[in-house]
């Protein structure tokens, strides 16, 4: 009944929606008169199916038909019209555009575009490159091409294999309309149930939820002081919450500013908020005899662990990388760098996820960056910083996390392994006062001793 009440509101609710609904019913009663009842049957059972499908199902119905009806009219409108002048006058049209042009003449001459599919902010559609035109060829075009367009920005990923005649060169184009990251970003809500593969913990610049999979990842995140670094580390035990309060996620924490991760003491099992370097290395040699007994466990019977209740993900966070790293006295950052390095190459398959923000992305601060399988830049300082921290080639292939604004903390781009082109996202600023209540209402819980599985409990 709920579900018929929200069909019925969201019709009613916005006239022309309503208006789309009664005005094709009356021309089809009109124009056919009494035998219009069929047409009229057909109509709505087609736009009641549309209304459910649009209330039960709302991203299915937004990827699949919303994204694809704003798509064809933007492709119409926008696009058919200046497309071909806008490739003309930068000069990546081809030598026989000029003058009159049959059609066939103009899908030689010009690149061919797809069909566009659009969301609030961005247009996405294909381009089937010239031959002879190379990807930097296009991105050197990018600035003019924005202003034909009438766009903001343009990104562009090279797809590997084509289908189209003659197999050339394709590209992804995705324009930025509108810079859905320039407001203030709302922290998504953490999922009932936690997909830790999927971890909603970002803004896209589509406007959707930006997901993080960290089960088997490693994460690094670095950026200026004011970046926006404590929001990454927050979004992440925001959106793990509801795992952690059932048990199947462990955090461990190490804060050597004792600033951070305080906040949120009643969420942490286990959390050095102090700046004691060997309590530090203490915490990390007793992880990675978690993750020894657990490897002695799965050998020959898996190779990877799917966290449990009794065996959960562990989750280690480090607010200042560099403070253990660099500037921890030698003996006990040789214990550190030791335990880390073993965490870092060997955690993910026993779900162990090391999650470390830094300030300073040089190698002498943090040798072992080279170890974590994802990363984030959010604003650095210098343009030199930017492949130091997301690898080589990370800022000309669009990360430019040194021309981030001062006015956007949380603004972030994200490089995976594997991935050809990193993504911009931005993550929400969670107060104090939500950290507070967010320990209150998922505080760990710690079991009994006769709970504690062995391979936690001892290290413990």
Same mark, same amino acid.
């Given at each position: 009944?709920?579900?018929?009440?929200?069909?019925?509101?969201?019709?009613?609710?916005?006239?022309?929606?309503?208006?789309?609904?009664?005005?094709?019913?009356?021309?089809?009663?009109?124009?056919?008169?009494?035998?219009?009842?069929?047409?009229?049957?057909?109509?709505?059972?087609?736009?009641?199916?549309?209304?459910?499908?649009?209330?039960?199902?709302?991203?299915?119905?937004?990827?699949?038909?919303?994204?694809?009806?704003?798509?064809?009219?933007?492709?119409?409108?926008?696009?058919?019209?200046?497309?071909?002048?806008?490739?003309?006058?930068?000069?990546?049209?081809?030598?026989?555009?000029?003058?009159?042009?049959?059609?066939?003449?103009?899908?030689?001459?010009?690149?061919?575009?797809?069909?566009?599919?659009?969301?609030?902010?961005?247009?996405?559609?294909?381009?089937?490159?010239?031959?002879?035109?190379?990807?930097?060829?296009?991105?050197?075009?990018?600035?003019?091409?924005?202003?034909?367009?009438?766009?903001?920005?343009?990104?562009?990923?090279?797809?590997?294999?084509?289908?189209?005649?003659?197999?050339?060169?394709?590209?992804?184009?995705?324009?930025?309309?509108?810079?859905?990251? $320039?407001? @203030? /970003?709302?922290? *998504? %809500? &953490?999922?009932?149930?936690?997909?830790?593969? !999927? =971890?909603?913990?970002?803004?896209?610049?589509?406007?959707?939820?930006?997901?993080?999979?960290?089960?088997?990842?490693?994460?690094?995140?670095?950026?200026?002081?004011?970046?926006?670094?404590?929001?990454?580390?927050?979004?992440?035990?925001?959106?793990?919450?509801?795992?952690?309060?059932?048990?199947?996620?462990?955090?461990?924490?190490?804060?050597?500013?004792?600033?951070?991760?305080?906040?949120?003491?009643?969420?942490?099992?286990?959390?050095?908020?102090?700046?004691?370097?060997?309590?530090?290395?203490?915490?990390?040699?007793?992880?990675?005899?978690?993750?020894?007994?657990?490897?002695?466990?799965?050998?020959?019977?898996?190779?990877?662990?799917?966290?449990?209740?009794?065996?959960?993900?562990?989750?280690?966070?480090?607010?200042?990388?560099? $403070?253990? @790293? /660099?500037?921890? *006295? %030698? &003996?006990?950052?040789?214990?550190?760098?030791? !335990? =880390?390095?073993?965490?870092?190459?060997?955690?993910?398959?026993?779900?162990?996820?090391?999650?470390?923000?830094?300030?300073?992305?040089?190698?002498?601060?943090?040798?072992?960056?080279?170890?974590?399988?994802?990363?984030?830049?959010?604003?650095?300082?210098?343009?030199?910083?930017?492949?130091?921290?997301?690898?080589?080639?990370?800022?000309?292939?669009?990360?430019?996390?040194?021309?981030?604004?001062?006015?956007?903390?949380?603004?972030?781009?994200?490089?995976?392994?594997?991935?050809?082109?990193?993504?911009?996202?931005?993550?929400?600023?969670?107060?104090?006062?939500?950290?507070?209540?967010?320990?209150?209402?998922?505080?760990?819980?710690?079991?009994?001793?006769?709970?504690?599985?062995?391979?936690?409990?001892?290290?413990?």
């Amino acid at each position: 009944m709920y579900m018929y009440v929200r069909a019925l509101w969201w019709l009613v609710s916005r006239p022309w929606r309503l208006a789309g609904v009664v005005a094709p019913a009356g021309v089809a009663w009109m124009v056919h008169g009494g035998r219009g009842w069929l047409l009229l049957l057909v109509a709505a059972l087609v736009i009641g199916v549309l209304i459910a499908w649009r209330v039960r199902w709302p991203g299915s119905f937004d990827r699949w038909v919303t994204q694809r009806v704003r798509g064809a009219w933007r492709g119409f409108w926008v696009y058919k019209r200046r497309w071909y002048a806008a490739t003309g006058s930068v000069g990546l049209d081809g030598p026989s555009s000029s003058g009159s042009l049959s059609r066939e003449d103009i899908a030689r001459a010009f690149p061919a575009r797809s069909a566009v599919v659009s969301t609030k902010g961005t247009d996405r559609f294909r381009v089937r490159m010239l031959p002879g035109q190379t990807l930097d060829r296009w991105t050197a075009e990018i600035p003019a091409l924005c202003q034909a367009l009438g766009v903001e920005d343009l990104r562009l990923r090279p797809v590997e294999r084509s289908r189209w005649r003659r197999s050339r060169l394709m590209l992804d184009v995705t324009a930025i309309r509108t810079d859905a990251l $320039a407001g @203030t /970003a709302q922290v *998504p %809500a &953490p999922d009932p149930v936690v997909d830790l593969a !999927a =971890l909603p913990v970002a803004v896209a610049e589509g406007g959707q939820a930006w997901r993080l999979p960290l089960l088997g990842q490693h994460v690094l995140v670095g950026g200026a002081t004011g970046a926006g670094k404590a929001s990454v580390l927050w979004s992440i035990i925001h959106a793990l919450t509801p795992a952690v309060r059932t048990g199947r996620v462990q955090l461990w924490g190490l804060d050597p500013k004792a600033l951070e991760l305080s906040y949120g003491g009643g969420l942490f099992y286990r959390v050095v908020d102090k700046a004691d370097p060997d309590a530090a290395a203490d915490l990390i040699e007793d992880l990675v005899r978690v993750m020894d007994r657990r490897k002695d466990s799965m050998r020959g019977v898996s190779r990877r662990h799917t966290p449990t209740e009794n065996e959960p993900l562990i989750v280690l966070l480090i607010d200042e990388l560099a $403070a253990l @790293t /660099a500037w921890a *006295p %030698a &003996p006990a950052r040789r214990r550190i760098d030791t !335990a =880390l390095a073993l965490l870092l190459s060997q955690g993910r398959a026993m779900a162990i996820s090391v999650v470390g923000a830094v300030q300073d992305p040089r190698k002498e601060v943090l040798g072992l960056r080279g170890l974590f399988t994802i990363r984030i830049g959010m604003r650095l300082n210098e343009a030199g910083e930017v492949d130091l921290l997301l690898g080589s080639g990370a800022r000309a292939r669009g990360a430019v996390c040194d021309q981030i604004s001062h006015s956007t903390p949380g603004v972030a781009w994200v490089l995976g392994d594997g991935d050809a082109l990193p993504v911009r996202v931005r993550f929400g600023w969670i107060e104090d006062t939500d950290i507070r209540s967010m320990a209150s209402d998922y505080a760990y819980v710690p079991p009994t001793p006769d709970d504690i599985p062995s391979s936690v409990g001892e290290a413990a």
